[in-house]
């Protein structure tokens, strides 16, 4: 149970590094259609869940990436009758990612870890200086 803090605070920078993961490969695909298929890139977002565990004395919970899933929302369209990927109508449809967006959830996942990594330091500097009390 020492080290449970260090344990909740590595699974919080693991989930927030695929975040950071997904939003980047949301935003290198911000223009991408599959040239077999001829669909646009759907944006992925991660989907977390919380693990309670316990000391028998007082819950603790950890966080990881249950799975990864598609974000359903329409594609966004855009008028170009000359484009080979066209419709019926003129319209092509392009991937559903919003570069704006996804930046936003890229820094917020940034400074998310980074707490993790803080509330890290802190408990470990907390087991080195008790471990030198009782060195001496």
């Known amino acids: 149970m020492l080290f449970k803090g260090l344990e909740i605070s590595l699974t919080g920078m693991e989930a927030e590094r695929i975040r950071m993961d997904i939003a980047s490969s949301n935003l290198a695909n911000a223009n991408s259609i599959d040239p077999e298929t001829k669909q646009p890139y759907r944006r992925k977002v991660p989907v977390f ?22 974000d359903n929302s329409p594609f966004r369209e855009k008028y170009d009758p000359s484009s ?3 419709d019926k109508t003129g319209y092509v449809k392009l991937p559903n990612v919003d570069p704006v967006k996804e930046m936003v959830d890229m820094i917020s996942a940034m400074r998310a870890y980074e707490a ?9 500097n907390m087991l080195t200086s008790s471990l030198e009390i009782l060195r001496v």
């Open 84 to 86: 080979p990927l066209a």
């Open 116 to 124: 993790n990594l803080t509330a890290f330091n802190t408990h470990k």
């Open 49 to 70: 869940e919380t693990l309670l565990t316990s000391d028998g004395k007082v819950p603790l919970e950890e966080v990881r990436v249950k799975k990864i899933a598609y």
